[in-house]
């Protein structure tokens, strides 16, 4: 009978886990500072720091490299990529310094990252 009661408490305890990416986000989050990036290119975009944009966005690139495995358990593949083709469509629109259309593309994946755990 213990054996059972701990092993459905295992089994419910994974299943949490798996479906709440919600509950992963703001861990992954805290450890990766992925939010602080997208905030950081976010900031090099207004000011029209373009370089130091560029800069930021290799980095976030490369934080969602480490994160995205984690999330792909629970996500829908399509929130994954709607993040990376914002990142490219990002990289064109800061090399060309075109203002509206970087400011646009991060918010808008700030939003993505910010309500991905409900999507």
Known sequence: MKR??????????FSILLCSCAALRRPIDSRSGFSNHLRTIE????????????????ESKK???????????????????????SFTLLGGYI??????HSLALILLIQDIWENIGSM
């Open 95 to 100: 090399e060309t310094q075109e203002k509206s």
């Open 63 to 85: 934080t969602w490299k480490d994160i995205k495995p984690y999330l792909q358990l629970d996500i829908d593949h399509d929130y994954v990529n709607d993040i990376e083709a």
């Open 43 to 58: 900031t090099n975009i207004r000011s029209g720091d373009w370089g130091g944009a560029l800069d930021s966005l290799e």
């Open 4 to 13: 059972n009661a701990l092993l459905l408490t295992s089994v419910l305890i």
